[in-house]
């Protein structure tokens, strides 16, 4: 495998506190943001015109499913620990979009737990899922 590729599935070497910690983590953050995109799939393959926030100008439909691909398949990935460095960056790039620019008029108050969702995702990408996911499993098949 390829440099990029090993960095993408390396867990991180850590404490076995540090361990059950990204763990708790992974799975809070990746079940919560769950919750928000399941509500956006059902109205991205839902009858009716789409109308979403288009923040980007790729269109309320591109809008909605790259945010749904965040939120719903990332967090999945997420919650399984499979490929988690590169599974938090579309949320957090999604969460910082919601931040700066969907919520940019509303206020701090609305702009707040995007922005703890983008802390959280920053500090998943450069943490790793630790030893207790499947990308601790595939760093380890690759070590024989």
């Not at 928000?36 to 923040?55: M, N, S, T, V």
């Not at 909605?64 to 967090?75: G, I, M, N, P, R």
């Not at 969702?117 to 070590?143: C, E, F, N, P, Q």
Request: hydrophobic share 50%.
């Amino acid at each position: 495998m390829n440099q990029i590729t090993k960095n993408i599935f390396n867990p991180g070497t850590y404490t076995n506190n540090i361990n059950l910690v990204l763990l708790i983590l992974r799975l809070v953050v990746g079940i919560f943001m769950l919750t928000h995109g399941i509500g956006k799939l059902e109205r991205l393959f839902g009858d009716g015109p789409i109308q979403f926030a288009d923040p980007l100008g790729v269109g309320a439909t591109a809008s909605l499913a790259l945010t749904v691909f965040s939120e719903v398949f990332c967090s999945v990935l997420l919650i399984i620990g499979l490929g988690t460095r590169l599974a938090a960056i579309p949320l957090f790039i999604t969460m910082l979009v919601a931040a700066i620019i969907v919520h940019s008029a509303d206020g701090f108050g609305r702009q707040e737990l995007p922005l703890v969702y983008t802390t959280i995702y920053m500090a998943i990408a450069v943490l790793g899922a630790g030893k207790y996911s499947l990308d601790y499993l595939i760093a380890g098949s690759r070590k024989h």
